[in-house]
Antibody, heavy 114, light 112 residues
Framework: EVQLVESGGGLVQPGSSLKLSCVAS????????MHWIRQAPKKGLEWIAL????????YYADSVKGRFTISRDNSKNTLYLEMNSLRSEDTAMYYC???????WGQGTLVTVSS | DVLMTQTPVSLPVSLGGQVSISCRSS???????????LHWYLQKPGQSPQLLIY???NRFSGVPDRFSGSGSGTDFTLKISRVEPEDLGVYYC?????????FGGGTKLELK
């Protein structure tokens, strides 16, 4: 059974940093591209980052480019999202998803507020 | 970016009824490989989105045949027949033909 479990969210102040993790199981993690998607409170879904299965390519939404970094450790079956210079508009539930978007984690909540 | 327009935003339904949700894209979703990467999700309250239909009309594992998807090009429809209580929530379409992937704004299915 495919499982994706996010962690690392919390309440942080504007301008600060946070690193999210997504631990994968039930599939060969190293063979799949992975995504991060976020959802602001009571809002729709926004794709924010993609990393290829071998980390050879990384892509970002304009809204996070230059501030967020996606990475992975295939030896630990773990996907990461490092978030810097956080803004109030980054407040959202953050989901990781397996390439193809068939499987999503339950999400981790990031709140940016002073 | 491809704009995905979902209608209606809110959809009241009676249990046992049938509904349709529309998703229109600002450009054709036919990929150069011949596939159309348009997918449908249901997000129940407090949960992450769950895949219902992939590539326009294919039901994901465990999805009941009350759910069906159709369409082509830029115009797609999700139909739900014999609506049950567990079908209530927000439905989203997603296109992954073009980069970046983009979602529709959502349709909230709620009881009349």
């Amino acid at each position: 059974e495919v499982q994706l479990v996010e962690s690392g969210g919390g309440l942080v102040q504007p301008g600060s940093s946070l690193k999210l993790s997504c631990v994968a199981s039930g599939f060969t993690f190293s063979s799949y591209n992975m995504h991060w998607i976020r959802q602001a409170p009571k809002k729709g879904l926004e794709w924010i980052a993609l990393i290829y299965y071998d980390s050879s390519n990384k892509y970002y939404a304009d809204s996070v480019k230059g501030r967020f970094t996606i990475s992975r450790d295939n030896s630990k079956n773990t996907l990461y999202l490092e978030m810097n210079s956080l803004r109030s508009e980054d407040t959202a539930m953050y989901y990781c998803a397996k390439g193809g978007f068939a499987y999503w984690g339950q999400g981790t909540l990031v709140t940016v507020s002073s | 970016d491809v704009l995905m327009t979902q209608t209606p935003v809110s959809l009241p339904v009676s249990l046992g009824g049938q509904v349709s949700i529309s998703c229109r894209s600002s450009q054709s979703l036919v990929h150069s490989d011949g596939n159309t990467y348009l997918h449908w999700y249901l997000q129940k309250p407090g949960q992450s989105p769950q895949l219902l239909i992939y590539r326009v009309s294919n039901r994901f594992s465990g999805v009941p045949d009350r759910f069906s998807g159709s369409g082509s090009g830029t115009d797609f429809t999700l139909k739900i027949s014999r609506v049950e209580p567990e079908d209530l929530g927000v439905y989203y379409c997603l296109q992954s033909t073009h980069f970046p992937p983009t979602f529709g704004g959502g349709t909230k299915l709620e009881l009349k």
